[in-house]
């Protein structure tokens, strides 16, 4: 393989990736969304908030890395990758929101639920288009 090859392979690679956290993040601002409003509707209580939105952030990062990843090899890696990536964006989009920056034994949480979301959909994402 020539380097031309070796370079547009590598780009496609961070466009799924890029891509896939771009759709996990709508997904997920979404979700939050429609969660609060269920849980403003249904009388929730608070105790199920943090499961709720642990819940959500698995998804949008499935569904990002079903979505987007599409190459064969290493889906385990580009997903882990995704995930990652995406509690930390995730992470300071609702910090924004939010108003406040706190980091704290919930964002280790995050990233290690998130990571192995996305290495989990990954392998099924590449697998799945054999």
């Known amino acids: 393989m020539g380097r031309k090859q070796s370079v547009d392979k590598e780009r496609g690679y961070i466009f799924e990736i890029v891509k896939a956290n771009i759709i996990a ?13 269920a849980v ?27 979505f987007s990843l599409k190459k064969p090899n290493n889906g385990w890696l580009r997903g882990a990758v995704c995930g990652f990536i995406f509690a930390w964006l995730s992470f300071v989009v609702f910090s924004l929101l939010d ?17 192995a979301a996305g290495l989990i959909t990954g392998i099924i994402s590449v697998n799945i288009r054999k």
């Open 25 to 37: 993040l709508i997904f997920a601002l979404i979700a939050v969304l429609l969660s609060a409003l």
């Open 40 to 66: 403003k509707l249904f009388n929730i209580s608070d105790g199920a908030i943090p499961i709720i939105n642990q819940v959500i952030k698995t998804l949008a990062v499935f569904v990002g890395c079903i």
């Open 99 to 115: 108003g406040s920056f706190t980091l704290g034994l919930n964002m280790l949480n995050d990233c290690v639920l998130s990571t």
